[in-house]
């Protein structure tokens, strides 16, 4: 079973920062936290991943709190294109992924 | 530099047959995983491979089976198919698959069991 928990739907603004959470609450000290996307019957993409610092790519930043239980993935300025199912993934392998339901974010125009 | 590559893209298959897919990793890559995609179970791990040994596997019944060459190139095979196997499969690899590295997946196999 998936060891996360996200929000089954989003809305966002275009142009506004859409800002997705994930909790993690029996995350282990060797887990990384990933995020990953999926654009209708695509393959998913990655976003980014981290460990326990706050991290930053020129897709998004990843906020994680201090005691990792739950992370904040911040798309900056999200576009219509960012439409997409976000997944927020627990696991300290990075290609043995349990993916959970994600969050369905849709951006508006 | 070519991204993860997955063959065919579409496949129609009869109930009881077997099917092989393909999946050609980002050069460079060494670990290889599948997953299958339905609407009803989601995004589920089926196993990974590396260095040609599988080092990971999920909760699939023995007719999901893999192997990977040399090259990192991965095959997957399903026998005796049933209408449940009717799904999106998808390819990832990444460096190691070990710890602190992300994957790239493919597009995917679109598999339909009639």
């Known amino acids: 079973d998936a060891k996360t928990t996200q929000p089954p739907s989003m809305d966002c603004a275009e142009g506004r920062a859409a800002n997705l959470p994930c909790n993690h609450s029996?995350?282990?000290?060797?887990?990384?936290v990933y995020w990953y996307r999926q654009i209708h019957s695509q393959g998913p993409q990655y976003i980014i991943h981290?460990?326990?610092n706050n991290e930053t790519n020129e897709m998004a930043s990843l906020i994680i709190t201090e005691d990792r239980k739950s992370s904040t993935l911040i798309l900056p300025h999200a576009t219509l294109r960012d439409t997409a199912v976000y997944y927020c993934i627990v696991s300290e392998y990075g290609n043995k992924l349990v993916f959970g339901a994600g969050t369905i974010l849709r951006v508006k125009s | 530099k070519a991204g993860v590559t997955q063959t065919p893209r579409y496949l129609i298959k009869t109930r009881g047959q077997q099917v092989t897919l393909s999946c050609s990793p980002i050069?460079?890559?060494?670990?290889v995983s599948w997953y299958q995609q339905t609407p009803g179970q989601g995004l589920q791990f089926l196993f990974e491979?590396?260095?040609?040994?599988?080092?990971n596997k999920g909760n699939f019944p023995g007719r999901f089976s893999g192997r990977q060459f040399s090259n990192s190139r991965s095959e997957m095979n399903v026998s005796t198919l049933e209408l449940g196997d009717s799904a999106l499969y998808l390819c990832?690899?990444?460096?190691?698959?070990?710890?602190?590295?992300?994957?790239?997946f493919g597009q995917g196999t679109r598999l339909t069991v009639v």
């Open positions: 491979y590396f260095s040609e040994t599988q080092r």
């Open positions: 990832a690899s990444s460096l190691d698959g070990g710890r602190n590295t992300e994957a790239f």
């Open positions: 981290g460990l326990k």
């Open positions: 029996t995350i282990s000290g060797n887990e990384y």
């Open positions: 050069s460079g890559h060494r670990s």
